[in-house]
């Protein structure tokens, strides 16, 4: 990039069920992204991160509708899609055209209304992203490729489903600290493992993985200010750097990769955002990882470079992944209990990492954090974004 | 006037009691399941009425309903009504409740969970069928569902079959019926708990308590009713 590029402003909406409809969510988080950063009339450009409202809501050209709602017209905008990291590639393209100099301020707000049909429609329409001939066809769902992938990665490393039930634990807990959260509701190993309740409590899904291994199903927008350092400065808050972005795909359907459980696309894009940012994953202080289901924050967590592979869900057992440990992952709660609204997920990572570096996370606030990271998680790996944000002054 | 009461009175079947077991929830929380007593009619009929004003996934019709069939009950308008409760220190946090058709077949009323996320409906429901078949012993029970959470719950996670030629006593819909054989088939899967309660769990749960109205909303509903 050209230029530095801040996050002067960040906002969101309550993830869960929303009242209102897909415009009401991409209004509410715009809103407050811009009233958090004090800049609206500046916004030169608007990016709208959303994944199925043409399937779930029928809706199409939510750029111009975005602008409309705001009176923020003639202000550029768009829609971008990229499957679950819609939100990610917004980001990634406001950044860029705020860093090209291009433009000074962009708006980037995701959002997604899913719960506006079904359970079965929701993850139907999840399963779209899939291989149509490869995969789809033949039923293939997000929760059986991860079901699958789940299945070789733990006999390869040795993780048992009390680890994966750690995540969900930890995630769980955090999500108690953030009212932003959808499931607010800490949850205990007995209770979803150990004792013969858990049968009920936590039935399978696809196997290995139990309801408690999966996110739910979300409502949610998330915003974003992005801006020049000029700009950023003038806000008086904190200033929050994007230091570095990578991006990368991988094949579209799982089988052709070498090995499926290599999650090239991660790897690739975590050490394209490290090396433009300078630093290397063991000097992250927290981080915010797509755990759409609870191995996937596993696998992340070493493939993006924080542990050595085989050892993150040692890692997570000692607890240094806990809120107060050595690197906590998904402060938030993640998409396990602070939810995932496809489109805006990639969002929300961000505005939890820049709160968490601004010192404005509350009771779930990661002491003396300055380097954050997210990876969104596009697809099964096929497209991945992953970002540093610094925390300068 | 006692005489017309008398006429009014349906018979009553004295049916067996549904002993209370104990249900370790996601949570961790414990949360106990016992027959409710007629006394305790009023103290749910509150928690009921609360739940009359939230309109999401069809908590209004499902309360309005259980509240007119326990005032039934308790008012002896209904003929060999029961209900259980699920408690979680005392507290209320999910109710169901049936009634014998004959002492061959049971009809499933209502089941309200008041606390969502934690499976206590689908808890509540089991130890429902479990009375029906297990402990009256009853060959069939009649079921219908007023949202689509129901209809998941039962009919395609108990493999229900269609009841064609009968009209559920809830608005004349088709029922559908949980033979023992599904009963059995589901239970390993879908019916839980401990018996017997520890005498301290039974001492918490001696006294049935509920959340003030608003809470109780804001608990089921969040911030949409």
């Not at chain 1, 009212?179 to 399978?204: C, F, K, M, T």
């Not at chain 1, 779930?364 to 954090?369: G, H, I, L, S, T």
């Not at chain 2, 079959?161 to 559920?168: D, F, I, L, M």
Request: aromatic share 8%; with cysteine; charged share 20%.
């Amino acid at each position: 990039m050209l230029r530095d590029v801040y996050i002067a402003g960040c906002g969101m909406t309550g993830f869960g069920r929303a009242a209102g409809d897909l415009l009401d969510i991409l209004e509410e988080a715009a809103l407050a992204a811009t009233e958090d950063a004090g800049i609206f009339s500046e916004i030169e450009s608007v990016f709208v991160a959303n994944m199925g409202a043409g399937i779930l809501n029928h809706m199409s050209g939510l750029g111009s509708a975005l602008v409309d709602r705001l009176c923020l017209y003639p202000t550029p905008a768009e829609l971008v899609e990229n499957g679950p990291a819609s939100g990610g590639s917004a980001a990634k393209i406001g950044a860029y055209a705020v860093g090209s100099g291009a433009v000074d301020v962009a708006l980037v707000v995701g959002g997604e209304k899913m719960r506006a049909v079904t359970g079965w429609e929701a993850t139907d329409f999840v399963a779209t992203l899939s291989h149509p001939q490869a995969e789809y066809i033949y039923g293939v769902t997000l929760p059986a490729l991860a079901g699958m992938f789940a299945r070789l990665y733990m006999e390869k490393y040795g993780i048992t489903p009390e680890h994966l039930a750690r995540v969900a634990l930890k995630n769980h807990e955090n999500g108690t600290k953030n009212p932003y959260a959808h499931i607010q509701q800490a949850v205990s190993l007995d209770g979803i493992l150990n004792r013969p309740e858990a049968v009920v409590n936590n039935p399978w899904v696809a196997e290995p993985l139990r309801m408690f291994d999966c996110c739910p199903v979300s409502d949610g927008g998330a915003g974003l200010v992005l801006c020049s350092k000029e700009m950023a400065e003038k806000t008086g808050k904190p200033l929050v750097k994007i230091s570095g972005i990578g991006q990368a795909t991988d094949t579209h359907a799982v089988h052709e990769r070498e090995d499926p459980i290599e999650l090239k696309a991660v790897q690739l894009a975590a050490k394209k955002a490290f090396e433009e940012a300078g630093i290397k994953p063991s000097d992250v202080d927290v981080a915010e990882l797509h755990d759409a289901f609870t191995i996937l924050e596993i696998a992340e967590s070493e493939q993006v470079g924080f542990f050595e592979r085989g050892t993150g869900h040692i890692a997570l057992e000692k607890g240094e992944t806990s809120l107060g440990g050595k690197l906590p992952i998904n402060p938030s709660g993640g998409l396990k209990a602070r939810g995932h609204p496809v489109g805006a997920t990639g969002v929300a990572q961000l505005v939890e990492i820049a709160w968490q570096l601004r010192g404005d996370a509350g009771e779930r606030q990661v002491k003396n954090a300055r380097t954050g990271f997210t990876c969104n998680f596009g697809g099964f790996g096929n497209n991945v974004l992953c970002f540093v944000l610094e925390r300068e002054n | 006037m006692a005489q017309l009461e008398e006429v009014l009175r349906p018979q009553v079947w004295e049916f067996p009691p549904y002993p209370a077991k104990s249900i370790m929830l996601a949570s961790g929380e414990t949360m106990v399941v016992r027959q409710a007593k007629r006394e305790e009619v009023p103290v749910m009929l509150k928690a009921a009425a609360a739940l009359t004003h939230v309109e999401r996934d069809f908590y209004d019709i499902v309360a309005a309903r259980a509240y007119a069939e326990l005032l039934g009950w308790l008012r002896y308008r209904v003929r060999d009504e029961y209900c259980l409760v699920g408690l979680i220190d005392g507290l209320l946090v999910g109710l169901v409740n049936g009634r014998s058709l004959s002492k061959k077949v049971g009809v499933s009323y209502h089941t309200i969970a008041m606390r969502r996320g934690l499976r206590i409906g689908a808890h509540l429901f089991a130890s429902k069928m479990e009375y029906h078949v297990e402990y009256l012993g009853q060959q069939e029970v009649y079921i219908v569902a007023e949202s689509p959470i129901g209809f998941r719950r039962w009919m395609i996670e108990y493999g229900l079959e269609k009841r064609p030629q009968v009209h559920h006593e809830l608005g004349g819909v088709m029922s559908w019926s949980l033979t023992r054989d599904l009963y059995f088939a589901a239970k390993d899967r879908l019916v839980v708990g401990e018996r017997p309660v520890s005498d301290e769990l039974l001492e918490k749960s001696a006294t049935i308590t509920v959340l003030e109205e608003d809470a109780l909303i804001q608990q089921v509903a969040g911030k949409l009713k």
